[in-house]
């Protein structure tokens, strides 16, 4: 009896063994911003910080020059992707998201930015809640998109086992590509018609907010660095865009000036000499 009873013992040990260990998502997010933000920038970060709770804020990086930094500080963090808010001559904003510390790394210029208390949606959701993620089926169709998709997945899943997180799921965090752009909308899971609160299940999806629009500009083989694997033909640069604007306006002053000194010279052209009987000769 007690041979059998260590046979036994011996098979479930032995089970055990070789029952592989479930794996966990482990994803963590250092989130940070460089100097200059504005208000809107601020508000938009904290907004995201929000909807992710497995979010760790970071102080703002000192010098934009010194982005091999970024991944030594996620690892001080033990975070294994970074979002990063670079901001330019307090206008325009960049958006860097990579996988550190190996890379690869999306630079991103962000557009039509909108928070949630501009907005002012109907829709809600509980903080910490996790959200799902949606992505257009044009994600599939290049390179860039699907790399795009993987990333994105890592930064903005939400694991079941975060700190802050909730064991509910009552939102959407939709990305779809229009216009070779990343449109990025969040959406609240509505059970029933708020109109009708007996009556019938009924799903639907109220916006809650924030919401903007991402241009990938490059992608880089490594954190922050490295090769780079795809580059946006279609990208202008917003300082191009407002120069070209500015050459517009000079252009259409100097027409102005030109129609100007036409006009003069067409009237000196017209003008008659004055006759020996004219009035001012005449009673002078």
């Known amino acids: 009896m007690t041979e059998g009873k260590r046979k036994r013992q011996a098979v ?26 504005t208000h809107r920038m601020r508000h938009l970060m904290s907004d995201l910080e929000s909807l992710l709770p497995h979010v760790k804020k970071e102080s703002k990086l000192d010098s934009k020059s010194q982005l091999h930094l970024l991944p030594e500080l996620a690892d001080l963090h033990n975070c294994n992707n970074t979002l990063y808010f670079e901001a330019r001559r ?14 690869p790394s999306i630079k991103m210029h962000v557009l039509n930015a909108h928070t949630m208390d501009e907005l002012k949606m109907t829709g809600n959701c509980l903080k910490g809640s996790r959200g799902l993620l949606s992505f257009d089926k044009a994600f599939d169709e290049t390179e860039w998109g699907r790399m795009t998709k ?28 229009l216009d070779s752009k990343i449109w990025f909308r969040n959406f609240q899971i509505l059970e029933k018609d708020p109109e009708q609160p007996n009556g019938p ?7 809650i907010g924030p919401r903007f629009v991402l241009t990938p500009i490059r992608i880089f083989e490594g954190a922050f660095s490295g090769a780079t694997v795809y580059s946006n033909p279609e990208f202008v640069t917003p300082a191009a865009v ?15 000036k ?5 006009s003069v010279q067409r009237k000196e052209l017209r003008r008659r000499e004055e006759d020996a009987l004219s009035v001012p000769k005449v009673f002078a």
């Open 12 to 37: 479930e040990i032995e089970a055990e063994n070789d029952v592989q260990p479930k794996r966990r998502n482990k994803q963590r997010v250092l989130m940070l911003s460089s100097r200059g933000v």
């Open 150 to 177: 993987e990333l994105f997945t890592h930064i903005f899943g939400v694991p079941p086992l975060a700190r802050r997180a909730k064991p509910f799921i009552d939102h959407i965090l939709s990305f779809s590509i």
């Open 90 to 103: 307090h206008e325009d904003l960049y958006l860097w998201a990579a996988k550190t510390p190996n890379g």
């Open 201 to 207: 299940s009924k799903m639907s999806l109220v916006e």
């Open 258 to 262: 030109d129609a100007q000194e036409e």
């Open 242 to 256: 407002r120069s070209m604007m500015k050459h517009r306006k000079g252009d259409r002053y100097r027409n102005r």
